[in-house]
Every structure is written in C-alpha cells, then in structure tokens.
C-alpha cells in the first residue's frame, strides 16, 4: 500500500523534470555548459541544515553560484575535517570571494542548546534524552558551552532564542578569520571575505549583520 511520504518522494523526481525543462527550454545550453565548464561559485553558504533554509531557492541562485556547507546550527569546528575541507577547497581552489554564515529564525539546534542551559543540564548532554556519546550531542556541545556564556539572565525570555542565534553566528564568523585557510589567503592578500546573516523565516528576507571580516590592506 502506498504512503503519502512516497507520493512526496515520487513528487521530487517529478518535480525535479520540470525544473530542468525550465531550465532548458530558457536557455538550451545551460546543462551542457555546466558539465563541460569548471564551477565558479563566487560565494560559500555554510548554513544550517534546515529544510526551510535551502540556499539556492531563498536567494534565487542558479546551479554553480553557490558552493554549499550545511550542519546543524551552522557551526564550525576547528576539529571537524568536513567543514575545513569545505572551506580549503573553496578558498584555495574555486577561489570563491565571499564566505557566509547564515543562521535562521528558530534555529531548533540553537533552542536545544539553549533549553538545556535553562534546565542545568551537562554541556555534553544537550539532549538529555540521548547518551553522551551520542553523534548530536557531541556536535552540540560547543555551542551549549558558548550559549552558557551569554548574557541570559538580562535577557527577555522572548528574545533569549534571537540572542543565542545571532551570536552564535557572530562566533562562527570570528572561528572562521582563526582558520589556517582565511589567515593564509589574507597573508597573501587574497580579497576573500566572511559575512554574517541570518534568515528570518517568517518573513522570507535575508539580513546582514554587518560583521564582515577582511584582509586588512
């Protein structure tokens, strides 16, 4: 018997036909030159994984505009090889000119943290429903730590999840210029850039932080 979760399934091979014949039907060669061409993003989006925050739909980009990072609540370790990979390949290789972190509205990995310093629990153990060991509370870890060294008690209950998101995009900003990557392509002034944003769900838009890092000439 067949569920509604296929027919949704199903409905993205279907949809994905119609996009491409679109796609073509606008511009015959597009497939064709970006098969045959080097990609040459300008930007990396290292966003959060959220099924409402899909990189190339809110900013209405095209295929190859947009080399793409997403975990959940758009962190960067410094121990985790994927997103350094990510970004050594994407400064050093595709030169792209602009980094960006982007965090959202009601980021449910930022709430899970915060929630957790609310209730006291360990900072190892975000989800206090899962082990320790657990792959999700390991990757939240840093960010319950950090979100334990903000200013909470001062903040309006209703803002405490706004607080959390927009510094911990303020803090991946800063994790990223620390990075052998960016220090390298700074000291031999490379122009590449890292930008904060966040995306507010409710309304659609995009809004810069203004916390834009650079090579200091």
Known sequence: MAHASDSSFEKLLEANAAWAHGVTEKDPNFFKKSAE???KPHTLWIGCSD??????????ARPGDIFVHRNIANQVHLHDSNVL?????????????????????VCGGADACLNAVKNNYPD???????P???PLNIWLTPLTKFTRSLPLSVTPPDKALSLVVHENIKKQ?????????????WAR????????WVYNLATGRL???HITQKHQK
């Open 207 to 209: 809004d810069d932080l």
């Open 132 to 134: 320790v060991e657990s």
């Open 124 to 130: 190892n153990q975000t989800i206090n429903t899962l």
């Open 85 to 105: 990979s990510v970004l050594k390949y994407a400064v050093d290789f595709l030169h792209v000119q602009h980094v960006v972190v982007v965090g959202h509205t």
């Open 173 to 185: 900003v800063e994790i990223l210029a620390q990075t052998d990557t960016i220090r390298d392509a």
């Open 37 to 39: 061409e080097k990609q």
């Open 51 to 60: 099924s409402r925050v899909p990189e190339s739909v809110i900013t209405a």
């Open 189 to 196: 002034k490379d122009e590449v850039q890292i930008h904060g």
